[in-house]
Structures are given as structure tokens and as C-alpha cells.
């Protein structure tokens, strides 16, 4: 094999690595996210679902549990990423990608681990059943698009962040400093 080939698959190994570890990290993240969340109740009345109790602190407790792990896990994957130096523009392009990747395969994990659609399921139910609310990252109103939510760039988001830091700190914010 030629050096030139050989400067090409490292880092291509190296890229798809990064990729393989981000999406395995956003199933993982997607199982802990359905496993840390409390369904919210609800009720049917009249084919509808509805919070019992009402409020935007019970509508939104998925999305900021979701929030709150998916900016930390994308710093720290992207900082573990940027470790090692060389071709940086191509480990931005696929840090971003890779964790943009990871943030919907943690939304359809834990969504799809999670109670089903409570509007679905009190449209045929009788009023005043008990009914559980569904994963999701948006509120829970009826002909909610299920993708649109701006919590999908938390993983993104804090990829970046980690990314940046790395490059800018770098090993000289980490490493001792010769007095000499």
C-alpha cells in the first residue's frame, strides 16, 4: 500500500469511528432519556387527550430531561473527537453531522420506548380514562408535527461547543507550563 493511500484510510477509519461511537451514544442516550422520564397523566374527554394537571412545567419535562442530556453527552464526544489532532475540517464536518445523526436516533429510541400517542389512543376511548403521555419534543397538541422541535440541536449543539473548546484550549490549556 502507498503512503498516499495509507494518509487516506487512517483517517477515514478515524471518521467512521467518530460516527459509529456518536450514534451508538445516541441510542444509548435515547434508552436513559425514556428510562429517567415519568409519563405525564392524562385524560380522555370527548376523543381528546389532556394533561392532568395542565401546565407547561408537565407538557415540557421530556423535552428539557432531553435537553439536559444531550448538550453534555454531545460536549463530551466531541471533546473525546478532537483529542487527537489532523484534518480538522474533516472531524468538524463529521462531528456535526455524526451528532446531528445521534440526536434523531435519541428521539426515536426513546420515543418508540415510550407510551404511544395518547391522542390516538383517547379517540376511541370512553371519557375520563386514565391515559399516559407519550415521549416527545413538542407539546402535546394534536396535529403535532413530531420532528419539529428545536431540542434536535441540543446533541448538535453541544458538539460543537466541545469541538471549539478543544481546538481553541487545545493542549495548551490543558498541559503544564515549562517555568523556563
Do not use: C
Not at 401546565?55 to 444531550?70: K, M, S, Y
Not at 487527537?84 to 451528532?99: F, I, K, N, Y
Not at 440526536?103 to 370512553?126: C, E, F, I
Amino acid at each position: 500500500m502507498s503512503d498516499a493511500a495509507g494518509d487516506r484510510v487512517g483517517p477515514l477509519v478515524r471518521l467512521a469511528v467518530v460516527v459509529a461511537v456518536f450514534l451508538a451514544a445516541g441510542a444509548a442516550a435515547g434508552v436513559l432519556w425514556e428510562r429517567l422520564w415519568d409519563a405525564p397523566a392524562g385524560l380522555s374527554f370527548e376523543g381528546e387527550w389532556f394533561l392532568e394537571p395542565a401546565g407547561p412545567d408537565v407538557a415540557f419535562e421530556g423535552i428539557a430531561l432531553f435537553v439536559l442530556i444531550a448538550f453534555p453527552l454531545g460536549v463530551v464526544l466531541a471533546v473525546l473527537a478532537g483529542l487527537r489532532r489532523g484534518h480538522e475540517v474533516a472531524t468538524v464536518l463529521t462531528v456535526l453531522v455524526a451528532a446531528s445523526l445521534a440526536g434523531v436516533l435519541m428521539y426515536a429510541v426513546g420515543s418508540s420506548l415510550g407510551p404511544s400517542d395518547p391522542q390516538a389512543l383517547a379517540a376511541g376511548a370512553p371519557d375520563y380514562t386514565a391515559i399516559p403521555g407519550d415521549l416527545g419534543l413538542n407539546a402535546p397538541d394534536r396535529d403535532r408535527v413530531p420532528y419539529r422541535s428545536t431540542a434536535l440541536v441540543a446533541l448538535p449543539a453541544g458538539a460543537m461547543t466541545g469541538l471549539v473548546g478543544m481546538y481553541l484550549l487545545g493542549n495548551r490549556g490543558l498541559a503544564k507550563r515549562s517555568h523556563g
